[in-house]
């Protein structure tokens, strides 16, 4: 406003020259005017600081809620608390008598019984909403709620990758090496990890600042998180529905690449596109039920994948569905380097 400080002067001006008024009282009078005119501006000058506080402030208030509702739900004695504990002999996992509630008490999953041996690649399906993920949760560690026993290896690591990777602000490096410092691995381990998972095109990006949540496409999100995997090289993966926004020839080269390069690893994955079961050795479905989501199968799907094996390449070449025969029993190697993994502490296996 540069005409501000003239204004003042132009209103004063007719009574300067009929002499009622003095020099230092126009000075006066225009030097009241740009302070009351400055303290009006500072709300238009002020107005988007004002618009952020309010923002973070309602973000906090509800973060506050959320944590009110934990400790209500954490001191009530009507909802129960699924036991962890230690898994006897080979079993890699096992759900006795799983329940998983939420906190109000309202049944999701109602008495699920499996037991996993090692090197087995589990298919979780069932319609949307009927408590996979909830149930995944519950495995992870992540949800507290429900009844039942679920038993870990104590020296296994698990690794669980949500369909929603969740990629810190910072380097690309840090991104990859979530959950662990950025410093994790060498920039060749990175760059190699990113290749495989066919994100070569980032790899001059690596010390870059950039909104990388942002930045990335969902589906590049989702193979950052597998290049993560790669590097940690875990005993027990959990996949909840972690390749929704790939398409199927990726989703057919990534789950390809994790079965290469992690042999041993038992795996437990969610999803409902029917094009994976061909990596997998078995499949349970969830069914919604009133009450609570019921196991309705437990089926073997490696006849199934060889079957496919075979249509498809009726010569005997090697071809696609050759390596994707499971390893069912294999045998594990001792845990491996993985000591951080998505899962927060209390939710690894002890
Ligand atoms: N934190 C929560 N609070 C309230 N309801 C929830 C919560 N998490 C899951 N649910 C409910 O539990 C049911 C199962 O959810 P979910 O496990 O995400 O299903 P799926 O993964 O099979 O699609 C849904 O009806 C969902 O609305
Ligand atoms: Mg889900």
Redesign the pocket.
């Known amino acids: 406003m540069l005409i501000a400080p003239v204004v003042p002067v132009l209103l004063c001006a007719p009574k300067f020259l009929d002499g009622s008024m003095s020099l230092g009282q126009v000075m006066q009078a225009a030097s009241a005017f740009t302070i009351v005119q400055g303290a009006f501006g500072w709300l238009v000058d002020n107005y988007p600081r004002l618009a952020d506080w309010n923002a973070c402030a309602r973000r906090v208030a509800s973060l506050m809620v959320s944590l009110d509702g934990l400790e209500q739900a954490e001191e009530s004695e009507t909802v129960g608390r699924i036991k962890r504990g230690e898994a006897q002999s080979e079993t890699v996992l096992e759900l006795d008598e799983v329940s998983v509630s939420?906190?109000d008490g309202t049944a999701?999953v109602k008495e699920t019984q499996v037991k996993i041996e090692p090197g087995e690649r589990v298919l979780v399906a069932?319609e949307?909403?009927?408590?996979?993920?909830?149930?995944v949760r519950a495995i992870a560690g992540l949800w507290a709620w429900g009844s039942g026993r679920v038993d870990f290896r104590p020296d296994m690591q698990l690794f669980m990758l949500p369909q929603k990777p969740y990629i810190p602000s910072g380097t690309l490096r840090r991104a990859v090496a979530y959950p662990k410092p950025a410093d994790s691995w060498t920039a060749d381990e990175i760059h190699s990890a990113l290749e495989k998972v066919g994100l070569a095109h980032l790899n001059d990006k690596l010390e870059e600042e950039a909104p990388w949540d942002h930045t990335l496409s969902g589906g590049e999100k989702q193979r950052l998180a597998f290049a993560r995997l790669l590097l940690n090289d875990p005993d027990i993966i959990v996949l909840d529905e972690a390749t929704s926004a790939l398409d199927d020839k990726t989703q057919h080269k990534i789950m390809q690449v994790m079965i290469d390069e992690l042999p041993n690893a038992t795996i437990l994955s969610?999803a409902h596109r029917v094009e994976l079961e061909e990596f997998h050795s078995r499949k349970i479905t969830?069914e919604k039920r009133d009450g609570g989501a019921r196991l309705v199968s437990d089926v073997d799907l490696s006849p199934y994948a060889r079957k496919r094996h075979v249509l498809s390449n009726p010569s005997g070449a090697p071809g696609t569905y050759a390596v994707t025969v499971p390893a069912v029993n294999a045998t594990l190697t001792p845990a491996s380097f993985c000591r951080d993994s998505i899962c927060p502490p209390t939710a690894r296996p002890r």
């Open positions: 939420l906190g999701v069932g949307s909403g009927s408590g996979k993920s909830t149930l969610v969830l």
